[in-house]
């Protein structure tokens, strides 16, 4: 049985689930969020698929226990390798980001040809293939790791020749592929979206799972009637397992909100 | 009292210390190494003081129950937070990459203007700047921070025009402050030597700590009478705390020997 009255519950290995949480605060102003980045062990997207695991149920434990009603893991790789186990493990509701990108992927295609990005760990887990196929089985779907795009998020290199460069040596075979829409399938790309647009130009429609996101929670909530009461005002707040001033830092450029009641949580 | 026996160890955030292990192996064949390396928290760079120091101590303790004689910390981010913390906890010897790093700057530089590029941490850290002002006052340190360029290494772009870009972005500033010596302050950074040598032309002499920090600790072998005696043949094992694959497969750009002998090890 859901508490109405929870908080929802939004993870991620960073600061890049920050774009996931800000798509769900427009969508539903009126829920309470807590944010759990894992700021010490960032970044998952290179790591092993035991590791993020072992990771992602520390993380959701946390959140757990502070009494989340759903839990969005708003990580691509952590949603890539760790779903299942989460699933398997808690009883309240898990949703990843890849499955609502990978629905409106098939359904803003229409040649069928759908590009996927990610990290190293969210390609090789090739989640988003299987997920795009089983809803469209006639579909082709071409993927391609693009490590240096995290960083470069990161860095603040987001226009000029640097991430101009990445982009077009990266996404040079999948344009001979012709493509007709690409999955952003890593939270930290949308910072690069220009500069991806660029480089594939208008042809190629870019799709973007936070807001894809927001709407299945949304849909989720109305499915089990957990909508929070009005009543007193929503809260949020952030756990973090590194310095809770680095990610404010950081953080700015992925929320359009402030920042504040960051808590330092212990996961080692 | 040091057991002449017992192995060296030598502590990474991940894979770029073993060209720290690579310049060991050469100049004391005959000393037995174990390798950690902490490669499911990497980086270290971007994370701040506390954490760093947490893991630094973890890892090292792991090393320590393995037997090791003097703990070389191959990690720049690591020694300039660490290695105060670590000498006070352990009671063998240990080496950073900062000393020796900037004792050959030091030695190398004719105007006494040096440069240091490094992790985010590293160059916030100060402790380059504070070494080589300790061991020369007069001489003048610039700094800055090249976040960038672990993951370009990492991703093999060592050659090109995204790397060189990337260099002469982060290196303008101290070209203009007529360095004549540039210390590449992570292990990461010699993979992309030839870029940054490139970016700063033949005027600048650039050091790599790895050689300086394999004579630091053949020095301390040699105070402490503690070379281990000949005999059976020298042994390497690696210990790592996320995938032994993964690990292997990086490895082999920064070591110029076999990567065996893999062991996973907790450390979450």
Same mark, same amino acid.
């Given at each position: 049985?859901?508490?109405s009255n929870?908080?929802?519950?939004?993870?991620?290995?960073?600061?890049?689930?920050?774009?996931v949480?800000d798509?769900?605060?427009?969508?539903?102003?009126g829920?309470?969020?807590i944010?759990?980045?894992?700021t010490?062990?960032?970044?998952?997207?290179t790591?092993?698929a035991?590791?993020?695991?072992?990771?992602?149920?520390?993380c959701?434990?946390?959140?757990?226990?502070?009494?989340?009603?759903?839990?969005?893991v708003?990580?691509?790789?952590?949603?890539?390798?760790?779903?299942d186990?989460?699933?398997?493990?808690?009883?309240i509701p898990?949703?990843?980001?890849?499955?609502?990108?990978?629905?409106?992927a098939?359904?803003?295609?229409?040649?069928?040809?759908?590009?996927?990005?990610?990290?190293?760990?969210?390609?090789?887990?090739?989640?988003? +293939?299987?997920?795009i196929?089983s809803?469209e089985?006639?579909?082709?779907?071409?993927c391609?790791?693009?490590?240096?795009?995290?960083?470069?998020?990161?860095?603040g290199?987001?226009?000029?020749s640097?991430?101009l460069?990445?982009?077009?040596?990266?996404?040079?075979?999948?344009?001979h592929?012709?493509?007709?829409?690409?999955?952003?399938?890593?939270t930290?790309?949308p910072?690069?979206?220009r500069?991806?647009?660029?480089t594939?130009?208008p042809?190629?429609?870019?799709?973007?799972?936070?807001?894809?996101?927001?709407?299945?929670?949304?849909?989720?909530?109305?499915?089990?009637?957990?909508?929070?009461?009005?009543?007193?005002?929503? +809260?949020?707040? =952030?756990?973090?397992t590194?310095?809770?001033?680095? =990610?404010?830092?950081?953080?700015?450029? =992925?929320l359009n909100?402030a920042i504040?009641?960051?808590?330092?949580?212990?996961?080692?």
């Amino acid at each position: 049985m859901v508490d109405s009255n929870g908080p929802l519950g939004v993870f991620d290995s960073g600061v890049g689930g920050l774009t996931v949480m800000d798509a769900i605060m427009k969508r539903l102003p009126g829920e309470s969020i807590i944010y759990l980045g894992d700021t010490a062990r960032v970044p998952y997207g290179t790591k092993s698929a035991d590791t993020v695991i072992r990771y992602a149920k520390g993380c959701a434990g946390i959140l757990v226990e502070r009494g989340i009603k759903l839990l969005v893991v708003a990580c691509n790789t952590a949603s890539a390798y760790a779903i299942d186990a989460l699933r398997k493990e808690l009883t309240i509701p898990v949703l990843g980001v890849i499955e609502p990108g990978a629905r409106r992927a098939v359904a803003a295609t229409q040649s069928g040809r759908i590009g996927v990005i990610g990290t190293t760990g969210t390609i090789r887990s090739e989640r988003y +293939q299987k997920t795009i196929k089983s809803l469209e089985p006639s579909s082709r779907v071409f993927c391609k790791a693009c490590p240096l795009f995290v960083p470069l998020a990161e860095e603040g290199w987001t226009t000029g020749s640097v991430p101009l460069l990445a982009a077009s040596t990266y996404l040079a075979e999948m344009l001979h592929q012709e493509i007709d829409t690409l999955v952003l399938g890593c939270t930290h790309y949308p910072l690069l979206k220009r500069v991806i647009a660029e480089t594939v130009g208008p042809g190629v429609t870019l799709v973007d799972s936070a807001e894809a996101t927001s709407e299945a929670v949304c849909n989720t909530l109305s499915e089990l009637n957990a909508f929070r009461p009005e009543g007193s005002p929503s +809260q949020r707040s =952030f756990l973090v397992t590194d310095d809770p001033e680095n =990610f404010e830092r950081t953080g700015r450029r =992925f929320l359009n909100d402030a920042i504040d009641a960051i808590e330092w949580v212990d996961v080692s």
